[in-house]
């Protein structure tokens, strides 16, 4: 399998614990970094907290965090592979997969051969894609998103294609006069237009140094955003994209 070989303790009480991770996003959140990635010994998920505030908010990496645990002020590369410890777990009803890091510096391992990359996909789509209902938005409402009703997941690592998912990069402006770039994508027939939030992909997009248009085919990491107030809802972005023209 992808390096099957992990070490993780069981981590009970204040002992900590580590995993092997194979890292699927590096996103951008509030002007921080969102990472997450998959436990290669478990499939688990897993999207690494940095800290939590006093209210038990989940505070995103800045830039020296991450110079300070992987060495790279911008995030992991995707696709890298690190042993990461970690404090607990810190799931909450939108992001059940949260866990927070001890913030001792991550070991790098190594990376995952583009052939292996299967092994870590998810064989079945979450509720928010594919699904009618609210499975069609590019959100989901705190109305069907909430404490008494929590997702059982909210990330997704899968390929799309162009016969399959008429794959493709646009771009909107928003009401604040900011340029947001959109995946857009099909799945059951159902059609998307998803915020991209993947930092190298949005700033190559920025650059020009990639460009709009229909993609051949795409890795993609999808995840669930934690609420967004002013729209009392929970918007589904493209945390991880890796495009193929």
Not at 167 to 175: A, C, D, N, R
Request: charged letters at 20%; one cysteine or more.
């Amino acid at each position: 399998g992808a390096g099957r070989a992990s070490c993780r303790s069981a981590g009970g009480g204040n002992e900590m614990y580590s995993r092997d991770i194979a890292i699927l996003a590096n996103s951008r959140k509030y002007g921080g970094h969102c990472i997450a990635g998959k436990d290669i010994k478990t499939g688990e998920w897993v999207r690494l907290i940095c800290k939590l505030d006093s209210s038990g908010n989940t505070v995103p990496f800045t830039y020296q965090d991450l110079n300070k645990l992987c060495g790279d002020g911008n995030g992991p590369a995707l696709f890298s592979c690190f042993r990461i410890n970690f404090h607990r777990k810190c799931g909450i009803y939108c992001q059940p997969e949260n866990e927070l890091i001890s913030g001792e510096t991550w070991q790098l391992l190594g990376y995952i051969p583009i052939e292996q990359l299967s092994l870590l996909m998810d064989p079945v789509y979450p509720c928010w894609l594919g699904d009618p209902g609210y499975g069609r938005m590019d959100n989901i409402p705190f109305s069907v998103c909430n404490p008494q009703s929590p997702l059982p997941r909210s990330l997704l690592f899968t390929m799309l294609t162009a016969a399959d998912h008429r794959v493709g990069i646009s771009h909107k402006e928003t009401m604040h006069g900011r340029t947001q770039y959109l995946l857009q994508f099909t799945v059951n027939t159902v059609p998307y237009s998803l915020v991209i939030t993947d930092i190298s992909v949005e700033n190559a997009l920025i650059k020009k140094s990639l460009s709009e248009g229909s993609l051949t085919s795409a890795y993609v990491t999808a995840g669930v955003g934690q609420i967004y107030k002013e729209m009392n809802a929970h918007y589904k972005l493209v945390v991880g994209l890796v495009p193929l023209k």
